[in-house]
């Protein structure tokens, strides 16, 4: 690893722009910034599933990888030209998938986000995601930005979609299902 920060504050951001990870000056608003900031915030949310007691060693090997994962694709996004994910990276989350899914009953109901803390947290750290890959789909319109990445978003949204199903299984014996009719 390259520079350590001995500092925490440099105060250049004062003026509302930002560094890339090539020394180029953004500002802080940019949709490269906007799409690696919420990539960060995808990370941030999985480690509030990881706060969860109840999350099973499996799943939070899988999580731990992903937090990895989405640590290098920040860094993707936040050096232009720099390129971190593979598609061994999406190969990856498509075998964890198939293999979390295969013992899920098929879904007849929408689910309500919830089911338990951890579960819970799931949903969240889902639709953080989601935002995170339209985010980085703007940014592809106007900059250049792999197909993989774009692939590993997607996968990961549908990963946790399906993690959440099961720590509500683990959590609460059952998932939140929607019901107009209740």
């Given at each position: 690893?390259?520079k350590?920060l001995?500092?925490?504050y ?5 003026d ?12 802080k608003d940019?949709?490269r910034v ?8 995808a ?5 509030a599933?990881l ?7 499996a799943?939070r090997d899988?999580?731990t ?22 598609e061994a990276?999406v ?16 879904l007849k ?9 951890a ?9 953080i995601v ?6 980085t789909?703007?940014?592809?319109d ?8 774009l ?6 949204s ?7 199903r099961?720590?509500?299984?683990v ?11 209740r």
């Amino acid at each position: 690893m390259g520079k350590r920060l001995s500092k925490i504050y440099t105060r250049t951001g004062d003026d509302g722009t930002t560094g890339l990870g090539d020394g180029t000056r953004v500002a802080k608003d940019s949709l490269r910034v906007d799409a690696f900031g919420t990539v960060d915030e995808a990370n941030s949310a999985i480690g509030a599933v990881l706060a969860a007691t109840s999350v099973p060693q499996a799943i939070r090997d899988t999580l731990t990888e992903v937090q990895h994962d989405l640590f290098e694709l920040g860094g993707e996004l936040c050096i232009p030209g720099h390129e971190a994910v593979s598609e061994a990276f999406v190969d990856r989350l498509e075998t964890e998938l198939d293999d979390l899914n295969q013992d899920l009953p098929a879904l007849k109901e929408f689910i309500l986000p919830g089911g338990g803390e951890a579960a819970a947290a799931c949903h969240l750290a889902r639709t953080i995601v989601r935002r995170a890959e339209r985010v980085t789909i703007t940014l592809a319109d106007t900059d250049t930005v792999r197909p993989e990445v774009l692939k590993y978003l997607n996968r990961l949204s549908d990963l946790l979609f399906v993690i959440a199903r099961v720590l509500a299984r683990v959590e609460n014996g059952e998932e939140v299902l929607w019901n107009r009719e209740r």
